[in-house]
């Protein structure tokens, strides 16, 4: 018998078509199998029940990485044709117009990294080691199929051990694209930067002299795998003496530095631009991360996952992690290494040489108040020495500078650095000849700062070019290595909600965003591990780019029943943002052979993704779509839990910013929708934004603005009144009065923000949600007191609050909303503060009177729309604080609930909102 089988799904670059030939032999069968642009093609023969296990184990035991979205078998008759006599794997097929899901990029592999770490295997200590179960995907693909010579990887000739493993189908490293090793891959070296600035007392300047080693900034000279490795060493003493170190990873680079020294972390911050925003981290291993912070069993495996995303985790009060990582919070960003060079980056312990390879030695190898010496009392390496005399490290031999410069480093006693001395610190290849001494290191700190690679909020550098450029203020030094990187990808953020037996699961496949362990991953930035594996929707919708909005962004491209949500891009407020964002585009409608029928665009005119779209549509005589903001995120959430919008749902939109139908920013809505349309049944009542956009950056106003709705008179002992003085408040009070530069707006982003300038939590800020983070911050989780806001209850004014049920779900422009005017809570608050209630207590109580509200008005919802069904979106959902307390109300009033698991609440997810409605709009 032959079977005809077609497979779709991430089934290419990740070991497929070898676990399929290993397959066919086991079950005795022959054939073929390919690539193609479609997915993976085989025919396989041989009798009923060898096929019938076959296609069972294709399924059971695919490979770690590997996703089937579809398998299609076809038996076909022999006729008469000449039986196969093996089994064989085939070249790819390239095919018109077809297109295939691609493999996002993961986290070094258990085999790998047992061989990274091995003396006995070719590739040890290799910081590019790989196999087709980890390593790079995404961030090298330039075109499908996923062949070498269509990755970064093509500048790379194999040598004869890596092309035998490439070409033998029963090895783990077969068509492994990026596979390499030390004697035909990509190099790591270390280069010093021209500006090596003095970040603390304790360390050293380097002298103008020693600034370039070689041709370009201290390149170590044949970039050999023992140079490598001295770039290993001399980065990871850097980063001991308090150095900012750029580091060039899987998706971009790195800004690295020591996360417990409080001056370094300063100098970051103040380089990079970066006030308060919080720092990530990446720490050694799980024991490290378990001396820092309180891990729960889901946090463990989603740290441990071959993702590897970024996981805030809530900080331990003893934790040494500088403070400057994350102000005003208790919770740090953390991650663990994913790839090798990271690995080799971070390990503990001490190199040594011995027959000519590098080992790990044992825990007494450890060195001595921070000394370099030779284990077996002979300093001598080739023709230069390593030499500690009173404290001073020292090349002997005055010839062993590399290139004739020299880096000047000086050290202590204790080996912490000092003042600058006449001491010399050089680096170059060690002869593969000598044996057995011994290259001994202090540890790397066990927690570094790991934030993107840039200054403020431009793009990650991902080319060594462009980062010279870029970073050349910023870091001291560059950990460089040559294997291109053709798209920047961030790294991703979660974090984990407790479990909830009650909240369905998506339909349709599984996610590699769900975890089994004790709770629901919830994402806040998408991205590397992650993009662009495709949400998988509940029909077929046609080809579209969706370009998402301003902050956060994301774009979003479609065809049959796939959205391919891109990486973060970021906040499009400057011209290098767009470029990638245009260039992302451009990639994804190459990848996935998408000519999009029309251009999906958020209302806001300013925006520039919209101004693309706009441009773009006229440009291509292409259809643009505009779709409200909110009503995007709602239907991004109903999207993603698979619901098909047959029915509508309560959509709970809560956010900072979204412009509004009238023209308003909307932010604190209730809407009554599904993918066709929606009502907007209730939000909160309009308060004017003196300043306008300054009135985001200083809540302060905001809260003037409140108070003066709420008629409390603004007295000093507020603390927002007393944030500014006489002068500007009567500016204020003619802005709000008037109208002046003071656009309305129902943001519950914006209340958020009131609250804690009334608190007296933080009155400016200069990073988005600043304020309400801190806020949630301070909570006393254990107050469980509120402020009641029932609807219908006079201590709750609601207007208009007539709502007409029609069906279907009401258009926008019919029926009627009612406003919900929070001004019993401003006075609560101002009473609290009045009788001296600790921020903390306040805090509490709002989180817990917002719950109320919410669970509140989804009840008055549901008695007058026969809605049991509820979505929560939007960037507010982001406070955990906020997001528990609401579920654990609605779930007492047996609501069925919808969250984010797949893509984020934020704006990072609303182009897969948009992409659904313009989708329904084309079947009308």
Not at 354 to 362: E, K, V
Request: hydrophobic fraction near 40%.
């Amino acid at each position: 018998m032959l079977c005809r089988i077609h497979v779709t799904g991430v089934v290419q670059g990740v070991g497929f078509r070898p676990f399929v030939y290993q397959l066919a032999l086991r079950n005795g069968l022959r054939g073929w199998v390919a690539n193609t642009s479609a997915g993976v093609d085989m025919e396989i023969e041989g009798d009923a029940d060898a096929l019938e296990a076959f296609t069972r184990a294709l399924v059971q035991e695919k490979p770690p990485l590997a996703r089937i979205d579809s398998l299609a078998t076809e038996m076909v008759s022999l006729n008469g044709a000449v039986p196969y006599t093996a089994f064989e794997i085939r070249a790819s097929v390239a095919q018109d117009g077809a297109f295939q899901p691609i493999a996002p990029d993961m986290s070094i592999c258990d085999d790998c990294l047992r061989e990274l770490f091995d003396p006995a295997d070719r590739r040890y200590l290799y910081p590019f080691i790989n196999c087709t179960n980890c390593g790079p995907r995404f961030t090298i693909i330039q075109d499908i199929p996923y062949d070498r010579p269509k990755t970064t990887m093509r500048a790379f000739e194999m040598c004869d051990d890596c092309a035998r493993e490439y070409h033998d189908p029963l090895n783990r490293r077969f068509h492994a694209q990026p596979v390499a090793c030390p004697k035909c891959g990509p190099k790591v070296w270390l280069e010093i930067s021209d500006q090596l600035s003095a970040i603390s007392d304790q360390l050293s300047a380097i002298s103008d002299q020693s600034s370039v080693i070689s041709d370009q900034s201290s390149v170590i000279s044949d970039q050999s795998s023992v140079s490598s490795l001295q770039s290993l060493l001399a980065t990871r003493q850097l980063l001991n003496t308090g150095a900012i170190v750029a580091v060039k990873g899987l998706g971009g680079f790195h800004l690295a530095c020591d996360a417990t020294n409080e001056r370094a972390v300063g100098e970051l911050r103040a380089r990079k631009r970066r006030v308060d925003k919080p720092f990530a981290l990446m720490l050694r291993d799980m024991a490290t991360i378990e001396r820092h912070c309180f891990v729960s069993d889901a946090e463990r495996e989603l740290l441990e996952s071959r993702e590897r995303p970024i996981v805030l985790l809530e900080r331990r009060p003893e934790s040494n992690i500088a403070r400057e990582v994350a102000p005003g919070q208790n919770t740090l960003g953390v991650m663990l290494p994913y790839t090798p060079l990271h690995y080799l980056l971070m390990a503990d312990g001490r190199w040594q040489m011995a027959d000519g390879g590098w080992q790990m030695a044992d825990s007494e190898s450890r060195i001595a108040d921070g000394r370099w010496r030779m284990a077996d009392g002979e300093s001598r390496i080739a023709d230069g020495r390593w030499q500690m005399a009173d404290g001073e490290s020292r090349i002997a031999d005055s010839e062993s500078p590399i290139a004739n410069r020299q880096s000047q480093i000086a050290t202590t006693d204790n080996g912490t650095p000092s003042a600058m001395r006449d001491t010399r610190y050089a680096i170059r290849d060690t002869p593969s000849t000598v044996r057995h001494p011994q290259y001994v290191i202090r540890d790397t700190p066990s927690a570094l700062v790991m934030t993107s690679g840039n200054l403020s909020e431009e793009p990650i550098a991902t080319d060594n070019a462009e980062a010279r450029e870029r970073l050349a203020t910023l870091a001291d030094a560059f950990l460089m290595h040559d294997r291109d990187i053709h798209i920047r990808t961030d790294d991703s953020v979660v974090r984990v909600l407790p479990p909830s037996p009650v909240l369905p699961s998506p339909s349709g496949l599984p996610s590699p965003l769900r975890r089994g362990v004790g709770g629901e991953v919830y994402p806040l930035r998408r991205s590397r591990g992650y993009a662009p594996f495709p949400v998988h929707l509940p029909f077929d919708v046609p080809q579209m780019c969706a370009v998402g909005g301003e902050l956060k962004n994301t774009f979003c491209v479609t065809r049959d029943r796939y959205a391919f949500m891109s990486h973060h891009i970021g906040d499009l407020e400057n011209f290098e943002t767009l470029q990638s964002f245009e260039q992302g585009i451009a990639h994804f409608e190459k990848l996935f052979r998408i000519m999009p029928q029309r251009l999906v665009y958020d209302l806001h005119p300013n925006y520039l993704a919209t101004r693309y779209a706009l441009a773009r549509a006229e440009r291509e005589n292409l259809r643009a779509v505009g779709v409200q903001h909110h009503h995007a995120h709602i239907a991004a959430c109903m999207a993603e839990n698979g619901l098909d919008g047959t029915r509508p749902v309560i959509g709970v939109a809560f956010d900072g910013t979204g412009y509004g139908d009238d023209g308003a920013i909307w932010g604190g809505e209730f809407l009554i929708a599904d993918y066709r349309g929606y009502q907007r049944a209730a939000h909160l009542a309009y308060v004017p934004l003196p300043g306008g956009d300054k009135a985001t950056r200083e809540p302060w106003r905001i809260a003037l603005s409140y108070l003066h709705r709420a008629g409390v008179e603004w007295s000093d002992d507020l603390s927002p009144v007393r944030a500014a003085n006489a002068a500007t408040r009567r500016i204020v009070q003619h802005q709000i009065a008037r109208g002046i530069n003071a656009p309305l707006t129902s943001s519950m982003g914006r209340l958020f923000d009131a609250a804690a300038a009334l608190a007296g939590v933080r009155q400016t800020v200069n990073y988005e949600a600043q304020a309400a983070m801190e806020l949630e911050a301070v909570v006393d989780e254990l107050e469980i007191g509120s402020w009641k806001l029932e609807v219908g209850n006079s201590k709750l004014e609601i207007q208009n609050s007539k709502l007409e049920i029609q069906n279907p779900v009401p258009n926008k422009d019919e029926g009627s909303e009612f406003e919900i005017d929070v001004s019993p809570l401003i006075r609560a608050i101002v009473a609290d503060v009045r009788a001296n209630v600790a921020p903390p207590i306040i805090a509490a109580r709002f989180h817990n009177s917002i719950a109320l509200l919410t669970r509140n008005v989804c009840r008055w919802l549901r008695e007058k729309f026969d809605l049991n069904e509820v979505a929560l979106s939007g960037g507010v959902w982001q406070n955990m604080t906020l997001l528990r307390k609401t579920l654990a109300l609605l779930r007492e009033d047996g609501f069925v609930i919808y969250i984010h698991r797949l893509v984020p609440t934020n704006d990072g997810g609303i182009a897969l909102g948009q992409a659904m409605v313009a989708a329904v709009q084309n079947l009308k």
